[in-house]
């Protein structure tokens, strides 16, 4: 029985996905869990690719998506353990998926570690966040209103 102060959950955003690959149709990103902010996108590769340290490879995923509502946009963002453990992370650092776009979706791969990384086929190599966007309107102004950051500039508030 659901709890009547708790609003109702909004319903998902409904995206449009092409499969530019048939191989993919055992691999469509999904949330691990109830709780997860990103769906998992994996390498389309034929065949293992070793990346060497310092190299960056574009890697498909053979899915195009396409938002369609220009008050959402996604997110390919690295996965944390492929980070910390072997160095794998986006050469893009976040690559920015705009509403319209309906290319495929592809995953600038780059081992900063210190050792060449095997990326074996159909393996989990970065997240999908779908996150809102708002779009601002830009007014030029000859000053600001005065405050406390205003002319302190880059990394005034301390390190702290």
Not at 20 to 36: K, M, N, Q
Not at 117 to 123: A, D, G, Q, S
Request: charged share 20%; glycine share 12%; proline share 8%.
């Amino acid at each position: 029985m659901s709890d009547p102060q708790t609003p109702p959950a909004p319903a998902a955003p409904r995206l449009s996905v092409k499969l530019l690959d048939e191989r993919l149709r055992d691999y469509l990103p999904r949330y691990a869990t109830a709780g997860a902010a990103g769906m998992d996108l994996r390498a389309l590769l034929d065949a293992p690719l070793t990346l060497q340290p310092g190299e960056c490879e574009l890697v498909r995923t053979g899915l195009a998506v396409h938002i369609g509502d220009p008050g959402l946009a996604g997110l390919i963002l690295p996965r944390s353990g492929l980070g910390h453990k072997h160095g794998i992370v986006l050469g893009n650092l976040v690559g920015l998926i705009d509403s319209d776009y309906q290319g495929e979706l592809m995953i600038s791969t780059w081992n900063r570690g210190s050792r060449p990384f095997v990326l074996e086929p159909f393996e989990r190599l970065a997240q999908y966040v779908v996150v809102p966007v708002v779009q601002a309107e830009l007014e030029v102004v000859d000053d600001f209103a005065a405050s406390a950051r205003g002319h302190g500039g880059f990394g005034s508030s301390g390190r702290h």
